[in-house]
């Protein structure tokens, strides 16, 4: 007898890529590749045209079968909420978001089982990081996991931690974290792209948007201080946020024109290349829920410093510099920070070699290997 697990990879085909597309195809490749015997994973997407599917069955050649259901994505996801499953609702389903098709089922009787990730409490804690639709859509999911779901996977015991402030889901919670993707490896011409990128050969490295909770905007102040270190900054991520842009924020630090530069985003290799040649990384995120930025700076042997949001400390393991957050004087903090890296060389080899051994803690097996036992343990 066949053991089937369907997995929910419609996040893979977002208009943008981002951390949870980049996740639900990691995760689902690894559980193809660790499946036992016995066992097969399909996946479960909504109407999406031919060339996307194509795309995804191309990138998951594991996959046993793609079942594609009658509705678009923003139908599909609106009738999941108000719980209308009209099939593909039994069996085991596993969704690496909130994205799923929660109904009342009985796991004795059916042998139906749904698990849902949860990456974060932004919906909570800072709503205004996302758009005000996909808060309400995030708080309805929500509720249903808290009647459906069997078990909840998030990245962090943090996670786990703050979500029991706003959500009782009881001792169904696991911590099953992210790790490096697979496709992020220098590549052979890393030196023609370091030319096109038009990368300066020592620069601090950021991620992110002028969102406030992301803390770009604490950096760049930071960096505007007397005595501060005076690198070039790149960041990875778009050039404005709303009204406000990089050009402005680094003007009113009394930075000069051209020292702060936004990049987009990046192909893997492209980032892979920016990464590995960054001076330093730094991520002064104000709350992540698991943070796979500072992993993949790890993983190049790029110093890292970062704040001391509980995610953070939690995935850095003491590998990176932390910063403390909030109250007065992050920014001083930051530029600080930064400076006493730049300005240790024996500091700096010790948080390279650090940093490339708390990135091999992390690995998609593992988490896949993981989600089977949770799936066994239902």
């Not at 599917?53 to 793609?66: K, V």
Request: charged share 20%.
């Amino acid at each position: 007898m066949t053991t089937t697990l369907r997995v929910v990879v419609d996040q893979m085909v977002t208009p943008l890529p981002n951390g949870i597309s980049r996740y639900a195809e990691e995760l689902t490749r690894a559980l193809t590749q660790t499946a036992p015997k016995g066992c097969i994973v399909e996946g479960i997407v909504s109407a999406l045209p031919p060339e996307k599917i194509a795309a995804i069955e191309e990138r998951l050649p594991g996959l046993a079968e793609l079942h594609r259901t009658t509705l678009p994505r923003r139908e599909l996801a609106a009738a999941w909420q108000l719980g209308i499953v009209p099939t593909l609702g039994t069996g085991m389903i596993h969704s690496p978001s909130l994205l799923a098709p929660l109904r009342r089922h009985d796991r004795a009787f059916d042998a139906t089982q749904m698990v849902v990730t949860i990456h974060d409490t932004l919906p909570w804690t800072h709503p205004k990081s996302l758009t005000p639709t996909h808060v309400a859509w995030q708080k309805a999911m929500v509720k249903r996991a808290r009647k459906h779901a069997d078990a909840i996977v998030v990245p962090t015991h943090a996670v786990a931690e703050q979500l029991a402030e706003f959500v009782d889901f009881g001792d169904r919670v696991r911590v099953i974290p992210g790790a490096v993707a697979s496709s992020l490896t220098l590549p052979v011409d890393a030196e023609w792209r370091a030319s096109k990128l038009d990368l300066p050969d020592e620069y601090l490295l950021t991620v992110g948007s002028l969102d406030p909770r992301r803390g770009i905007t604490s950096l760049i102040s930071g960096l505007g201080q007397p005595g501060a270190p005076d690198l070039p900054v790149l960041v990875l991520g778009p050039d404005t946020w709303g009204e406000l842009s990089l050009a402005v924020v680094a003007d009113e630090a009394g930075l000069p024109e051209g020292r702060v530069r936004a990049l987009g985003y990046l192909s893997d290799a492209d980032l892979a290349v920016v990464l590995a040649r960054a001076s330093v990384f730094v991520y002064p995120s104000l709350q992540e829920g698991f943070g796979l930025p500072l992993i993949e700076a790890f993983s190049f042997g790029t110093p890292v410093v970062h704040s001391d949001d509980p995610a953070l400390m939690e995935v850095a393991g003491g590998a990176g510099v932390a910063v403390e957050r909030g109250k007065k004087g992050y920014a001083e903090r930051l530029a600080d920070a930064v400076a006493s890296v730049l300005g240790d060389t024996e500091r700096t080899q010790r948080l390279r070699i650090a940093g490339q051994d708390r990135a091999r803690s992390f690995s998609w097996r593992d988490s896949a290997e993981r989600v089977w036992n949770l799936h066994a343990d239902l």
